[in-house]
C-alpha cells in the first residue's frame, strides 16, 4: 500500500477528486457534506492499472483547519498538490506547499483540477514554478475534470509512477504510529488510525501509547476496512487497543514499539526558511500528527533550542513544522539536531552549543555522537535514532564511549590511584566510588572497566599493589611482630605499636589487608593464630582454664582473655558457669 495526502486551496476540488478517483466518499461528517467543505480528515483508497493499492489522506483547504491538515499530511510520504485550473494559485495553496517544504516532503503530483472550467495552462506553469522552488522540486503534472471525467486515466498512470517512486519502507524498524484518530466501537472498544511509515503491527504485540503509563495491546488491527493479523508499512491502519479508554487517546497521540523512542520536551534543532533571528517566542510545533506549543530560544543564524509544551517521542532527523497560529503562517521547518540536548548554565555555553550544532546534519552516526555525548547507553543512543549497529568501543554493560575520552578517564583513573596512594600511603586502594564521583562517572561498573594491570579492583578499592596491601603497611606489622621473640600467639605491646605510627586508622587498614585479626582494641594477632590456638588447645585436658590456656598457649592475659571470647564466638569453645572451656565436638573432631 502506498499513502498519499491531499493539498490545496479550499473548494479548488480535492475532495471531488478522490471520490472521482476512488468512488468512496471522503468527507466523513454530515456538516462537511451538508456545507460542501472539508472541515476534517478524510481516509479513501483505490487500485491502480499495476495492481499498487492508494490510500489517500484528504485534508481540508480552509486556512482555520491548517492544524487538521497538518495532522494528515505530517506521516505521509507524498502529496497530491490539487490547483483549480479557473481560479489558479491561491493562498492556501501557498501555505500548503509551505507546509510540505518545511516538513521535507520530496514526492508530489500536481494536478490542474476544473479543466472543464479554464485552459489548465497558466495554472500549470504557475504552480509548477512556486513547486519548484521547494523541496519538491520539478513535479509531474496533470490535468483533469472529475466532473467529465476527462484525464482521470492519465492520472491514474502519473500515480502509478510517482508511488513507483516512493522510498522501499523499513519494515525492521521500530513503529511510532501517529494517532489522527480515535473512536469506540460497541463491544470492541478503542480503536485508533494513523499511518504507518516504518515497522509492522501485529494482533497481540504490546505498545506503548504516550501518555499512558501501562503497556496496551493490540486487539485487532484492519487495513482498508479489512482485518488484518498483520500491517506492514506504508499503510493506513486502525488499531482495535485493549486497556486503554478512549480519553486517554487524543490526536497527536503515539503508539510505540516498547523501550525504541523517548519522549522528551527540550530539542535543539536546524531552522529552514526564516531566520531563527525573526522567529517569534512562542509558536506551534507540528509534527506526525502531534501540534504542540513551544517556546524558541536562538542559538545560532539557523539553529534554536525549543521548549515543547508536552513530551513527545522524537528522533534525531526528524522533520517538523513551525507555524504561527495567531497570524496563520508557517514559519519554518526544523530538523531535529538532539533529542537529549546539554544544559546551557554556563556564560557562552549557548554560543559554544551553537558551534556543535553547526557540524550536524539530522543524519546521526554513532561515532559523532559518542564525540559529543563521550559517554551513553546503547539504548538510550538506539532510543534518539542513531544507529547502534556499527562498530563502538564497549566500556561496560550497555555503556559506550569516544575512544579518545576513554583514554583520557583510564589515564586520570591511574593519576587518581597514584595520588590517593601517596596521600593515604597505609591505605590499601582508593574506594571505587570515591574514584565514580572523581571522574564524574554515571555508573560504578565503569570504575572497573577502566581499572587494568598493574592497577586491580580488590574488596571495593582499586589498588596500585600487586596484592592489594600498601608495602609500607607490611613493613611496618612485619616490624611489630619482630621483636616477639618468636611467640607466635604474642602479640605487640600498645606502646609499640604506637612507636610505629600503627594507630586505630592503621590497624584497621591491616586488618583490612588480612594482615593481622583484631581481638580487642590495640591487640593483634598474625591471622591464622586463632586457628592454630584451636590445635592446642584442644590437645588440654576438657574442660580447662584460663590460665591453663594461657600457659600452653605461652601469652599473656591481654592476649589469652580476647583470644578465648573470640574462639566462643566462632563456636570453637564453649564456656561453662564456673568460667571453664570446654572445646565443643567439632573442635575435638578435628584433633
Given at each position: 500500500?502506498?499513502?498519499?495526502?491531499?493539498?490545496?486551496?479550499?473548494?479548488?476540488?480535492?475532495?471531488?477528486?478522490?471520490?472521482?478517483?476512488?468512488?468512496?466518499?471522503?468527507?466523513?461528517?454530515?456538516?462537511?457534506?451538508?456545507?460542501?467543505?472539508?472541515?476534517?480528515?478524510?481516509?479513501?483508497?483505490?487500485?491502480?492499472?499495476?495492481?499498487?493499492?492508494?490510500?489517500?489522506?484528504?485534508?481540508?483547504?480552509?486556512?482555520?483547519?491548517?492544524?487538521?491538515?497538518?495532522?494528515?499530511?505530517?506521516?505521509?510520504?507524498?502529496?497530491?498538490?490539487?490547483?483549480?485550473?479557473?481560479?489558479?494559485?491561491?493562498?492556501?495553496?501557498?501555505?500548503?506547499?509551505?507546509?510540505?517544504?518545511?516538513?521535507?516532503?520530496?514526492?508530489?503530483?500536481?494536478?490542474?483540477?476544473?479543466?472543464?472550467?479554464?485552459?489548465?495552462?497558466?495554472?500549470?506553469?504557475?504552480?509548477?514554478?512556486?513547486?519548484?522552488?521547494?523541496?519538491?522540486?520539478?513535479?509531474?503534472?496533470?490535468?483533469?475534470?472529475?466532473?467529465?471525467?476527462?484525464?482521470?486515466?492519465?492520472?491514474?498512470?502519473?500515480?502509478?509512477?510517482?508511488?513507483?517512486?516512493?522510498?522501499?519502507?523499513?519494515?525492521?524498524?521500530?513503529?511510532?504510529?501517529?494517532?489522527?484518530?480515535?473512536?469506540?466501537?460497541?463491544?470492541?472498544?478503542?480503536?485508533?488510525?494513523?499511518?504507518?511509515?516504518?515497522?509492522?503491527?501485529?494482533?497481540?504485540?504490546?505498545?506503548?501509547?504516550?501518555?499512558?503509563?501501562?503497556?496496551?495491546?493490540?486487539?485487532?488491527?484492519?487495513?482498508?476496512?479489512?482485518?488484518?493479523?498483520?500491517?506492514?508499512?506504508?499503510?493506513?491502519?486502525?488499531?482495535?487497543?485493549?486497556?486503554?479508554?478512549?480519553?486517554?487517546?487524543?490526536?497527536?497521540?503515539?503508539?510505540?514499539?516498547?523501550?525504541?523512542?523517548?519522549?522528551?520536551?527540550?530539542?535543539?534543532?536546524?531552522?529552514?526558511?526564516?531566520?531563527?533571528?525573526?522567529?517569534?517566542?512562542?509558536?506551534?510545533?507540528?509534527?506526525?500528527?502531534?501540534?504542540?506549543?513551544?517556546?524558541?530560544?536562538?542559538?545560532?543564524?539557523?539553529?534554536?533550542?525549543?521548549?515543547?509544551?508536552?513530551?513527545?517521542?522524537?528522533?534525531?532527523?526528524?522533520?517538523?513544522?513551525?507555524?504561527?497560529?495567531?497570524?496563520r503562517y508557517v514559519a519554518g521547518g526544523v530538523t531535529v539536531l538532539d533529542v537529549a540536548p546539554p544544559g546551557l548554565a554556563r556564560r557562552g555555553a549557548a554560543a559554544a552549543r551553537a558551534a556543535a550544532l553547526s557540524g550536524m546534519d539530522g543524519h546521526?552516526?554513532?561515532?559523532?555522537?559518542?564525540?559529543?555525548?563521550?559517554?551513553?547507553?546503547?539504548?538510550?543512543?538506539?532510543?534518539?535514532?542513531?544507529?547502534?549497529?556499527?562498530?563502538?568501543?564497549?566500556?561496560?554493560?550497555?555503556?559506550?564511549?569516544?575512544?579518545?575520552?576513554?583514554?583520557?578517564?583510564?589515564?586520570?583513573?591511574?593519576?587518581?590511584?597514584?595520588?590517593?596512594?601517596?596521600?593515604?600511603?597505609?591505605?590499601?586502594?582508593?574506594?571505587?566510588?570515591?574514584?565514580?564521583?572523581?571522574?564524574?562517572?554515571?555508573?560504578?561498573?565503569?570504575?572497573?572497566?577502566?581499572?587494568?594491570?598493574?592497577?586491580?579492583?580488590?574488596?571495593?578499592?582499586?589498588?596500585?599493589?600487586?596484592?592489594?596491601?600498601?608495602?609500607?603497611?607490611?613493613?611496618?606489622?612485619?616490624?611489630?611482630?619482630?621483636?616477639?621473640?618468636?611467640?607466635?600467639?604474642?602479640?605487640?605491646?600498645?606502646?609499640?605499636?604506637?612507636?610505629?605510627?600503627?594507630?586505630?586508622?592503621?590497624?584497621?587498614?591491616?586488618?583490612?589487608?588480612?594482615?593481622?585479626?583484631?581481638?580487642?582494641?590495640?591487640?593483634?594477632?598474625?591471622?591464622?593464630?586463632?586457628?592454630?590456638?584451636?590445635?592446642?588447645?584442644?590437645?588440654?585436658?576438657?574442660?580447662?582454664?584460663?590460665?591453663?590456656?594461657?600457659?600452653?598457649?605461652?601469652?599473656?592475659?591481654?592476649?589469652?582473655?580476647?583470644?578465648?571470647?573470640?574462639?566462643?564466638?566462632?563456636?570453637?569453645?564453649?564456656?561453662?558457669?564456673?568460667?571453664?572451656?570446654?572445646?565443643?565436638?567439632?573442635?575435638?573432631?578435628?584433633?
Amino acid at each position: 500500500m502506498h499513502v498519499v495526502a491531499t493539498a490545496g486551496h479550499v473548494d479548488h476540488g480535492k475532495s471531488t477528486l478522490v471520490r472521482a478517483l476512488t468512488g468512496m466518499e471522503p468527507d466523513r461528517w454530515a456538516e462537511e457534506r451538508r456545507r460542501g467543505m472539508t472541515i476534517d480528515l478524510g481516509f479513501a483508497w483505490t487500485t491502480l492499472a499495476s495492481g499498487a493499492t492508494v490510500a489517500f489522506v484528504d485534508v481540508p483547504g480552509h486556512e482555520r483547519f491548517v492544524p487538521n491538515m497538518l495532522a494528515g499530511v505530517g506521516p505521509v510520504p507524498a502529496a497530491l498538490m490539487v490547483v483549480a485550473a479557473d481560479e489558479g494559485w491561491m493562498p492556501q495553496s501557498a501555505e500548503h506547499l509551505a507546509a510540505l517544504d518545511a516538513l521535507g516532503v520530496r514526492h508530489a503530483l500536481l494536478v490542474v483540477a476544473r479543466a472543464d472550467l479554464a485552459d489548465p495552462g497558466p495554472a500549470t506553469a504557475e504552480a509548477r514554478g512556486e513547486i519548484g522552488r521547494t523541496s519538491l522540486g520539478a513535479v509531474e503534472a496533470v490535468a483533469v475534470s472529475a466532473v467529465t471525467g476527462a484525464g482521470l486515466d492519465d492520472l491514474r498512470a502519473a500515480l502509478d509512477r510517482l508511488v513507483s517512486r516512493l522510498p522501499e519502507p523499513d519494515l525492521p524498524a521500530p513503529v511510532r504510529l501517529w494517532i489522527d484518530r480515535s473512536f469506540t466501537i460497541k463491544g470492541a472498544g478503542t480503536v485508533v488510525t494513523g499511518t504507518l511509515g516504518a515497522g509492522r503491527l501485529r494482533t497481540g504485540d504490546e505498545l506503548e501509547l504516550t501518555g499512558v503509563p501501562r503497556p496496551v495491546r493490540v486487539r485487532g488491527l484492519q487495513a482498508l476496512g479489512v482485518p488484518a493479523d498483520e500491517v506492514r508499512a506504508v499503510a493506513r491502519v486502525a488499531v482495535n487497543l485493549r486497556g486503554v479508554e478512549r480519553a486517554a487517546v487524543a490526536r497527536g497521540s503515539a503508539l510505540l514499539t516498547p523501550g525504541r523512542f523517548r519522549g522528551t520536551d527540550l530539542i535543539d534543532v536546524r531552522v529552514h526558511g526564516t531566520p531563527v533571528a525573526g522567529l517569534p517566542a512562542t509558536l506551534m510545533l507540528h509534527t506526525g500528527a502531534a501540534a504542540v506549543p513551544v517556546r524558541v530560544r536562538p542559538l545560532g543564524a539557523d539553529t534554536a533550542r525549543l521548549r515543547l509544551g508536552s513530551v513527545l517521542p522524537l528522533v534525531i532527523g526528524d522533520r517538523a513544522l513551525l507555524r504561527d497560529p495567531g497570524r496563520r503562517y508557517v514559519a519554518g521547518g526544523v530538523t531535529v539536531l538532539d533529542v537529549a540536548p546539554p544544559g546551557l548554565a554556563r556564560r557562552g555555553a549557548a554560543a559554544a552549543r551553537a558551534a556543535a550544532l553547526s557540524g550536524m546534519d539530522g543524519h546521526p552516526d554513532l561515532a559523532g555522537e559518542l564525540r559529543r555525548r563521550l559517554l551513553a547507553r546503547r539504548e538510550d543512543l538506539a532510543a534518539m535514532g542513531v544507529p547502534v549497529a556499527g562498530e563502538a568501543l564497549v566500556a561496560a554493560g550497555g555503556w559506550l564511549a569516544d575512544p579518545q575520552h576513554w583514554a583520557r578517564l583510564r589515564q586520570r583513573l591511574a593519576e587518581e590511584v597514584d595520588s590517593y596512594a601517596h596521600r593515604h600511603p597505609l591505605e590499601p586502594g582508593i574506594p571505587a566510588e570515591a574514584l565514580r564521583r572523581l571522574l564524574g562517572l554515571p555508573d560504578r561498573a565503569l570504575v572497573d572497566a577502566l581499572v587494568q594491570p598493574p592497577l586491580a579492583v580488590r574488596d571495593g578499592r582499586v589498588t596500585a599493589g600487586v596484592s592489594g596491601v600498601p608495602p609500607e603497611l607490611v613493613a611496618l606489622v612485619d616490624a611489630a611482630f619482630a621483636d616477639l621473640g618468636g611467640r607466635p600467639y604474642a602479640a605487640p605491646e600498645a606502646h609499640r605499636l604506637a612507636e610505629l605510627g600503627l594507630g586505630a586508622r592503621q590497624l584497621a587498614a591491616a586488618v583490612r589487608a588480612g594482615l593481622v585479626v583484631r581481638l580487642a582494641d590495640q591487640v593483634v594477632l598474625r591471622p591464622a593464630t586463632p586457628e592454630r590456638a584451636v590445635e592446642v588447645l584442644a590437645r588440654l585436658p576438657q574442660p580447662f582454664t584460663l590460665s591453663a590456656a594461657r600457659q600452653a598457649l605461652d601469652t599473656t592475659r591481654r592476649v589469652a582473655v580476647p583470644l578465648l571470647q573470640l574462639l566462643d564466638d566462632r563456636g570453637v569453645t564453649r564456656r561453662l558457669p564456673d568460667d571453664r572451656r570446654q572445646m565443643t565436638a567439632p573442635a575435638q573432631a578435628q584433633r
